[in-house]
């Protein structure tokens, strides 16, 4: 991810470069255009505050930032309507291996956490998903043993109950240890079995089944709801052909895609995450449209660049975009344009 202050920077384009509802029967959510949270997770929930997040088959997932570093401040509540999943960025640090808080930023304009929390049951009550992100180009949250992995587990278990946030997302841009990262999710599952699992990995993390993120992904397979992986700041990578696609094109985002698609991951769970602005990264900015002519390729085969995909994928997930502040910053671009074309998609 990217930001001016605080969080996300373009120092990681260089650093890369080199390294549904409770009680409702599953059959009226199909209807509906709906699914839970996961490909295979349970309608309903445990905990004092938990309820089973209705994301659609088709979402639009966007980062809202809970600071101001030059883009469009906003409330929860400002957040366009066209936003499924809204990614609450970010989670805090504490002295406590793994274990994370969260902490309004007086920035944002919040009287108290109280109001807060209200916006978040008025997006819910709307059919979003208000998830807590975990990371950021600055975030080091570090679950590399089983006490941080139980730590992480219980912050955000507690988090999610203090709060109302329907789960969590890992964006953990220093690396990540699959084995313990796998753990602490399940553990947070274990508690909250409807739990949204998102995660924004940067474009190298995902290159094989074999890094790290993609065996966390693969290891939370049965719940996990999307990887939506950061298609920037990364410069050329290779596609799933072995040939080699620079960023900022159709190609780079349907064949970097091709790669979790073709790796384990259910088509549902992935989605292509891009800047909302040419502001909103160091590099990598590509238009609605041509984000939109990606999720046709993959999805019908249609409107594809040089590379065109074996096979169609019509259940990939959607969109992601950093930020939903930038996005405001340029007229609502991604949320109407790529919101749109993500909502229709078959």
């Known amino acids: 991810m990217f ?3 605080r969080k ?3 120092t990681r384009a260089g650093r890369a470069r080199g390294r549904v509802l409770a009680g409702v029967t599953a059959a009226v ?3 509906a255009g709906l699914v839970a949270a996961g490909p295979a997770a349970a309608v309903g929930a445990s905990g004092p505050t938990a309820r089973t997040a209705a994301v659609p088959r088709h979402a639009l997932t966007g980062y809202w930032q809970n600071f101001n570093n030059g883009a469009t401040v906003q409330k929860l509540k400002d957040v366009d309507d066209a936003y499924d999943i809204i990614a609450v960025a970010f989670a805090d640090t504490t002295g406590q291996p793994g274990a994370v808080t969260f902490t309004l930023d007086p920035a944002v304009g919040y009287g108290s956490a ?3 929390k209200a916006d978040i049951k008025a997006k819910q009550a709307a059919g979003k ?4 992100s975990v990371g950021g180009e600055r975030g080091a949250v570090s679950v590399n043993d089983g006490t941080s992995a139980q730590n992480f587990a219980d912050s955000i ?8 946030f329907d789960g969590v997302d890992i964006d953990l841009e220093s690396g990540l240890n699959s084995t313990y990262m796998t753990q602490a999710l399940k553990a947070v599952h274990a508690k909250h079995s409807g739990v949204v699992v998102t995660m924004a990995p940067q474009t190298i993390d995902m290159l094989s089944p074999q890094n790290e993120y993609f065996k966390t992904a693969l290891g939370i397979k049965d719940f996990l709801t999307v990887v939506n992986t950061q298609f920037y700041n990364s410069g050329s990578m290779n596609g799933c052909d072995g ?7 159709v190609d780079f985002l349907t064949a970097l895609a091709c790669t979790q698609l073709e790796g384990g991951l259910d088509p549902s769970q992935v989605g292509l995450g891009v800047p909302a602005s040419p502001s909103a990264a160091g590099g990598g900015y590509v238009s609605p449209s041509v984000v939109n002519a990606a999720l046709d390729c993959l999805t019908t085969g249609n409107n594809c660049g040089s590379f065109k995909p074996s096979r169609t994928y019509p259940g990939l997930r959607g969109a992601m975009t950093w930020s939903t502040n930038w996005d405001a910053s340029n007229g609502g671009a991604f949320a109407s344009q790529v919101g749109g074309h993500v909502h229709g998609l078959p």
């Open 29 to 31: 959510l199909a209807a």
């Open 114 to 116: 109280a109001d807060f």
């Open 3 to 5: 930001g001016t202050t």
């Open 8 to 10: 996300r920077g373009t």
């Open 243 to 249: 040939k080699v696609y620079a960023q900022g094109s």
């Open 129 to 132: 998903s208000v998830v807590l």
């Open 157 to 164: 278990n507690g988090l999610m109950d203090e709060y109302g």
